[in-house]
């Protein structure tokens, strides 16, 4: 069956470290992937996404890269800021439409 | 676009009472979702709708939850009756079928006392 898992946090980082967190899938086909972020109190924003593989998704300042052969999708930002503190899920959707989620990876960056 | 719209935002009843949570998805969007958040087990998928339809109810966690989609435009979870620990953030989500992303509502928090 289809599932992702992603590291487990929290996890804590001074402003301007480089951020990864690792996200690697279980999945039948071809589907798409995404990492979505959650604001303290505020439903999942997509952040970016990869629809196939070698393909990079990138936002804000944020990237990840669709490796079938490794079937992962690590998130990584060069320089984190205090308004990156969130949630982060990892996800992927299949041919039939159904998303599956990670458990969820908190980040907290600090002055 | 207003994006999915949830309500209520916030909901506080007693244990035994009915609870419906109600949700619009994006207009055009054909795909419904509903998630329940906890600490303890993350974000679990409930139930989703293609074109109203119900597709998957494996995750409704037993006969107390029901849900419907009596149009495109609206659906509601309900929940009858509620217990405590049935607490928690419940989300809708919308998507295109065979669409690329989900879009997510605010979230109802759900307080059973």
């Known amino acids: 069956g289809n599932s992702v898992t992603q590291m487990e946090g929290p996890v804590t980082l001074s402003e301007e470290a480089f951020l990864t967190i690792n996200c690697t899938y279980t999945?039948?086909?071809?589907?798409?992937l995404f990492w979505y972020v959650q604001y303290p109190g505020e439903g999942l924003q997509l952040l970016l996404k990869a629809t196939k593989a070698d393909d990079k998704g990138s936002n804000k300042g944020f990237e990840a890269t669709y490796r079938k052969e490794t079937t992962s999708f690590h998130l990584e930002k060069g320089s984190v800021q205090v308004s990156d503190s969130a949630v982060y899920f990892c996800?992927?959707?299949?041919?039939?439409?159904?998303?599956?989620f990670g458990t969820g990876t908190s980040l907290t960056v600090i002055p | 676009d207003a994006g999915v719209i949830q309500s209520p935002r916030h909901e506080v009843t007693e244990m035994g009472q009915e609870v419906t949570l109600r949700c619009k998805p994006i207009s055009g969007h054909n795909s419904l979702f509903w998630y329940r958040q906890t600490m303890m087990r993350g974000l679990e998928l409930l139930i989703y709708?293609?074109?109203?339809?119900?597709?998957?109810d494996s995750g409704m966690p037993e006969d107390r939850f029901s849900a419907k989609m009596p149009n495109a435009s609206f659906s509601t979870l309900k929940i009858q009756p509620s217990e405590p620990r049935d607490s928690a953030v419940y989300f809708c989500?919308?998507?295109?079928?065979?669409?690329?992303?989900?879009?997510f509502g605010q979230g109802t928090r759900l307080t059973v006392v």
């Open positions: 999945a039948t086909g071809y589907p798409s």
């Open positions: 996800a992927l959707s299949d041919l039939g439409n159904q998303f599956y």
């Open positions: 709708f293609n074109n109203n339809v119900p597709i998957d």
């Open positions: 989500a919308s998507s295109r079928v065979k669409s690329t992303e989900a879009f």
